[in-house]
């Protein structure tokens, strides 16, 4: 399938990438450019940088597009178009290979942003691993029996636990280091709270979730200066 490709695009769970790149090297021309769609970068550079021969170009990417739903059934024409891409060159990136799929990217609509990859697994750790993983606990904290009673805000804290097993096993054991101490610290941030309530300390509580509303809003964009 990838004989005589210029380029090749690697889209599956974390360690699936991982296992390609370990198998298309030898059925590639010189100069043929890779990149890849997976969540975590470090483990899917090093492969690369460890299987594919030399004459191999692999920049790393991560267009940050999509929902938690997979399959055919759920693709949209438009599904990148004013979505970020980040790109993850290192020092052994070629850089005419880097501009390619740069402007692969923005051509499909996408803004595109450079990342050292182990800035980016440590970001994406907070802004979106974390995440799936609170979804996942959250639902799996509330009683069967009282889910026919949930409204619209158990459904939208909710949503990314609908996202693909697989896919978030690898996620997070290729990316666990950074993804504990995200857990660790919103364990805290949830002891701290735990304790407002046990105390009834409303004054600590209304700070907490002040707090957390002003962060909110700055995700927003709402937040002024």
């Known amino acids: 399938?990838?004989?005589?490709?210029?380029?090749?695009?690697?889209?599956?769970?974390?360690k699936v990438i991982a296992e390609q790149l370990k198998e298309v090297g030898g059925y590639l021309r010189r100069g043929t450019i890779v990149t890849d769609v997976g969540s975590t970068k470090g483990a899917i550079v090093e492969a690369a940088q460890k299987f594919l021969p030399a004459h191999?170009?692999?920049?790393?990417?991560?267009?940050?597009?999509?929902?938690?739903?997979?399959?055919?059934?759920?693709?949209?024409?438009?599904?990148?178009?004013g979505a970020a891409c980040i790109m993850t060159p290192n020092d052994k990136t070629n850089r005419l290979a880097k501009e390619k799929v740069k402007h692969l990217w923005e051509s499909l609509g996408m803004t595109v942003?450079?990342?050292?990859?182990?800035?980016?697994?440590?970001?994406?750790?907070?802004?979106?691993?974390?995440?799936?993983?609170?979804?996942?606990s959250l639902i799996?904290?509330?009683?069967?029996?009282?889910?026919?009673?949930?409204?619209?805000?158990?459904?939208?804290?909710?949503?990314?636990?609908?996202a693909s097993a697989?896919?978030?096993?690898?996620?997070?054991?290729?990316?666990s280091r950074n993804l504990l101490r995200g857990i660790d610290e919103m364990v805290g941030h949830l002891s701290e709270l735990r304790k407002?309530?046990?105390?009834?300390?409303?004054?600590?509580l209304a700070?907490?979730?002040?707090?957390?509303k002003a962060k909110r809003e700055i995700l927003d964009g709402k937040a002024h200066g």
Do not use: C
Request: charged share 20%; aromatic share 8%.
């Open 166 to 175: 697989k896919m978030w096993s690898d996620i997070s054991t290729s990316n």
């Open 196 to 204: 407002a309530i046990i105390d009834k300390d409303e004054a600590a």
């Open 56 to 81: 191999i170009l692999f920049v790393g990417s991560h267009p940050m597009a999509g929902s938690e739903k997979s399959g055919v059934a759920h693709a949209q024409a438009d599904l990148l178009k």
């Open 113 to 136: 942003r450079m990342m050292d990859p182990v800035q980016h697994d440590e970001i994406l750790a907070y802004v979106s691993h974390l995440p799936h993983i609170t979804a996942f």
């Open 1 to 14: 399938v990838v004989y005589g490709a210029d380029l090749v695009i690697l889209a599956g769970p974390v």
């Open 207 to 212: 700070t907490y979730f002040n707090q957390a």
């Open 140 to 162: 799996r904290s509330i009683p069967d029996d009282f889910l026919q009673h949930a409204s619209t805000g158990l459904r939208d804290s909710t949503r990314l636990a609908g």
